[in-house]
């Protein structure tokens, strides 16, 4: 376990009984690692310009550069041995940027390199990249619900449903039953005649009932 920061270099030595090699070599140890994070990305469209956020670094020893890599290339091998998703890099600031060439879905291991020539590997992601752009989902138009029944100012609804407006209560006055005040006189005196009546002929038949009694 490292305990100072610093570069050192020493030297490598190979020796069997035949006599020994030797390479010079050094080791860097950083004072402050990073701290790194991944984004999953959303899908890219064949010849549109793309740009979204993929990593980001903290710590270490600042400017950044980012990159990526395949499976083949990260173990070694030939990266155009394995495809990847041609017109995209990840610049400075942790985006996956430019137009894409090639569609497909792409495995890729994102990593970060501090000014400090530490380099450290954030995650493996997927890269999708469409060849048309899907149709927008456009949800249905909200069908307007029906306008309420509104009594215009001024009108009187009676019992029965009818509306009377202003244009038929011109010059009509009103009691507090909601009939015109003439109306409401000429249906208290048919009232008042009606039992009088009724009366008058209540007064009648016991008349009779009395002439036709034997005395």
């Given at each position: ?191 008042v005649g009606l039992l009088a009546a009724g009366a ?16």
């Open positions: 376990m490292p305990t100072a920061a610093g570069t050192y270099g020493f030297i490598l030595r190979v020796q069997d009984r035949f006599g020994s090699s030797d390479r010079t070599s050094s080791i860097i140890v950083h004072a402050l690692g990073m701290q790194t994070t991944g984004f999953d990305v959303p899908p890219a469209v064949l010849g549109e310009p793309y740009s979204a956020k993929i990593a980001q670094a903290t710590g270490g020893v600042a400017p950044y550069v980012y990159g990526y890599s395949t499976r083949r290339h990260f173990a070694g091998g030939l990266s155009s041995s394995d495809p990847w998703p041609e017109g995209l890099e990840v610049d400075t600031n942790g985006f996956l940027t430019g137009i894409p060439t090639r569609v497909g879905s792409f495995s890729i291991a994102v990593w970060v390199r501090d000014s400090d020539q530490l380099t450290q590997r954030i995650f493996w992601t997927t890269v999708t990249v469409l060849a048309t752009r899907p149709p927008a989902e456009n949800p249905p138009p909200a069908v307007p619900a029906p306008p309420a029944a509104v009594t215009p100012a001024g009108a009187v609804v009676p019992a029965s449903g009818a509306e009377l407006t202003n244009a038929d209560l011109t010059g009509v006055e009103l009691a507090a039953t909601g009939l015109e005040s003439g109306r409401l006189n000429a249906t208290l005196w048919a009232a008058a002929l209540t007064a009648i038949n016991s008349l009779r009932r009395r002439r036709s009694s034997p005395v």
